[in-house]
């Protein structure tokens, strides 16, 4: 694998199939952000791809990963089988970060950046490989689906959620009841489930990438 500034292509082995990821490695990079999409969604999404930017700019590597495959989406965008199959996903999100400690990012402090179903997949593996995931951001997340491994999280955990999301927000509220680890929830004032209100998936980059600048990089509330 070649590390670029540029984005490259680069494909996760899992037992079944490779997942195509989008990996973009800054100048000194601090880190290094897993991207776990949502239902529907993939590594090309705009909301992502625009928050992975914020991280790039901030040096901080990132890789946004398809969790299923293309025919699997198939098959997903007509059955709905694979959408909240959370343990599917958290299994091949393990398998990423077993992927990247290989390889040459392994040094790397790993963060997990996950969206909707994609949050619950990350939460459950930061509570299976608590050594190696640093911190974790949920964006309009259901945190809720990870179930019992929510306990189990040691991981510095963000939750994110538009104020008008009322529904995913008393969700996301009982699951910071079950977090053990550091966490925090940020409201965003005005916001809907997909953050499209002008400013607010701004508002969603500047705080995430803030979160994992003091896990990741070390950045404390003192600094500038």
């Not at 495959?69 to 958290?90: K, Q």
């Not at 999100?93 to 179903?117: E, Q, V």
């Not at 997949?121 to 929510?150: F, K, N, Q, W, Y």
Request: hydrophobic share 45%; proline share 6%; aromatic share 4%.
């Amino acid at each position: 694998m070649t590390l670029a500034t540029a984005p490259i292509e680069v494909g996760v082995p899992i037992t079944e199939a490779v997942l195509s990821g989008d990996l973009v490695v800054p100048e000194r990079a601090l880190g290094v952000a897993v991207f776990a999409h949502g239902s529907g969604s993939g590594r090309h999404s705009p909301r992502n791809r625009l928050v992975a930017d914020s991280l790039n700019e901030a040096g901080i590597a990132t890789l946004l990963l398809d969790l299923l495959t293309p025919e699997e989406e198939t098959v997903d965008r007509i059955t709905g089988e694979h959408r909240f199959d959370i343990a599917l996903l958290a299994r091949r999100l393990i398998a990423t970060i077993d992927w990247l400690r290989r390889g040459p990012l392994s040094s790397f402090p790993i963060g997990l950046f996950g969206a909707s179903t994609g949050a619950a997949g990350a939460l459950i593996a930061a509570a299976e490989r608590p050594d190696h995931v640093a911190a974790v951001v949920s964006r309009g997340g259901r945190p809720d689906l990870a179930g019992p491994a929510l306990r189990a999280v040691r991981a510095p955990t963000l939750f994110i959620v538009g104020e008008a999301d009322l529904q995913v927000l008393e969700l996301n509220l009982r699951a910071l009841e079950q977090l053990q680890a550091e966490n925090l929830l940020v409201v965003v004032p005005g916001a809907s489930h997909l953050f499209e209100e002008p400013g607010a998936l701004e508002e969603v980059a500047g705080i995430a990438t803030e979160w994992f600048l003091r896990y990741l990089g070390g950045k404390d509330d003192g600094d500038a």
